[in-house]
């Protein structure tokens, strides 16, 4: 009896933290270029059952489940579908790739590309980080009209500038998110692309499916219910076995 216990709670666990999976990338279902986060359950290994009785050879009678968990998350980097803004500062980029921008904690990348100006003309982050560029961070002159080519070239007033700089992965699994939308890696192993397009007055939508993320918010909540009513079945079988039974009337 004690086995379903805590068959059922670590049921509850995992349903637990699947849901704050779904509330988080719910929560985010309208910033620019987040990636949904999946997580994978896994079983714990089941354990045989064997009937014992005096004087006769133990008889298998099958096996049981002793649990589960979510063994691991990761992010689905999809590319979410693009919308105009009509803002010169926005940018998409339109396949694979990522922006790189400087922190104060180092280089980190970035699907967002709602980009503004600081005060000395650097196109930056919402958060106020520098957006790299090949030659350094970007640059523009505070007043100037500007356009950019699809391969992310900047021109003022048809004067050629830097372009920006846009990487890929050879292994985006290790890409690791560290909030404000962004991306941190050690070990991903960066390369510059070099066959990109960069879309001007435009914006990424985040890949996140309400329908879909409501359907396993429902789900989720039911076999976290329904794992807490079986736990509540238990604590009443056992308040009855330790409260009842073998007492006198």
């Not at 379903?4 to 929560?27: C, D, E, H, R, W």
């Not at 939508?205 to 329908?211: C, F, R, T, W």
């Amino acid at each position: 009896m004690i086995k379903g216990l805590y068959t059922a709670a670590s049921s509850m666990l995992a349903n637990q933290n699947k849901m704050s999976l779904i509330s988080n990338n719910l929560a985010n279902v309208n910033t620019t270029g987040y990636k949904k986060d999946e997580g994978i359950q896994e079983s714990f290994p089941e354990m045989l059952i064997s009937r014992i009785e005096k004087d006769k050879k133990p008889r298998e009678i099958g096996s049981l489940g002793t649990g589960t968990r979510l063994q691991e998350t990761y992010t689905d980097l999809t590319q979410g579908s693009l919308y105009a803004t009509g803002n010169e500062l926005d940018l998409a980029i339109d396949g694979d790739g990522y922006f790189v921008v400087e922190t104060p904690e180092g280089i980190r990348y970035t699907r967002n590309g709602n980009f503004t100006l600081n005060d000395n003309g650097q196109i930056v982050t919402n958060q106020g980080y520098l957006v790299m560029g090949e030659e350094g961070p970007m640059q523009t002159i505070s007043g100037r009209n500007i356009q950019i080519d699809g391969s992310g070239q900047l021109y003022l007033d048809n004067l050629r500038g830097d372009s920006f700089l846009v990487v890929n992965f050879t292994n985006t699994d290790q890409l690791t998110k560290i909030g404000e939308n962004l991306y941190t890696s050690e070990v991903a192993g960066e390369e510059e692309l070099a066959d990109f397009q960069i879309r001007q007055g435009y914006l990424e939508n985040s890949n996140v499916n309400v329908v879909q993320e409501m359907v396993k918010m429902i789900e989720t909540n039911r076999y976290y219910t329904a794992n807490q009513k079986v736990i509540t079945a238990y604590d009443s079988t056992l308040d009855k076995v330790v409260n009842s039974v073998g007492s006198i009337g």
